[in-house]
């Protein structure tokens, strides 16, 4: 299985980082590039994402901040994404995890989906009120408005 460590700050407080990444519902808003949209498919969330369709299922701990999201087919999940969310040393939200991927042999190649959740996570840290070409930043916007821990 591979593995794909990442940490970094955001500027808001621990509360609006942890239940933003927390409800499964808000991923096509902060990861569009991973996952475009979402629907209830027979009880089961079914993503649309950037490698098809898969199944996805998040369970959050809002007293340890840890948040688990997987993906997968219909069957089981095959990758894991692990996110910690804590106070951060100088304040707002330390987000720490790793991405955990199939490691080869199955057919699934998932750096687009790294990739692309880097860069989502990216522009959380950075999570400016409006994207480069001026338009509001569905994330940005949001976690601006909370304020540092």
């Not at 993503?47 to 098809?52: H, R």
């Not at 993906?71 to 951060?88: K, S």
């Not at 996570?121 to 909370?146: E, I, N, Q, W």
Request: aromatic share 8%.
């Amino acid at each position: 299985m591979s593995l794909h460590p990442f940490t970094l700050t955001v500027a808001a407080s621990p509360a609006a980082v942890f239940h933003h990444l927390a409800d499964i519902e808000q991923v096509p808003r902060w990861a569009p590039e991973f996952c475009e949209s979402l629907m209830l498919a027979r009880g089961r969330w079914l993503g649309f994402t950037n490698l098809g369709d898969l199944y996805l299922e998040l369970a959050a701990d809002a007293r340890t901040g840890v948040i688990d999201l997987w993906a997968g087919d219909e069957r089981e999940p095959v990758c894991r994404w692990l996110f910690r969310v804590g106070a951060g040393a100088e304040g707002g939200t330390e987000l720490s995890g790793e991405f955990h991927g199939p490691g080869g042999g199955d057919g699934l190649d998932f750096a687009p989906q790294v990739a692309a959740l880097q860069r989502a996570l990216a522009k959380l840290a950075g999570h400016s009120a409006t994207d480069a070409d001026g338009a509001p930043h569905p994330v940005g916007g949001r976690l601006a408005v909370c304020p540092a821990a």
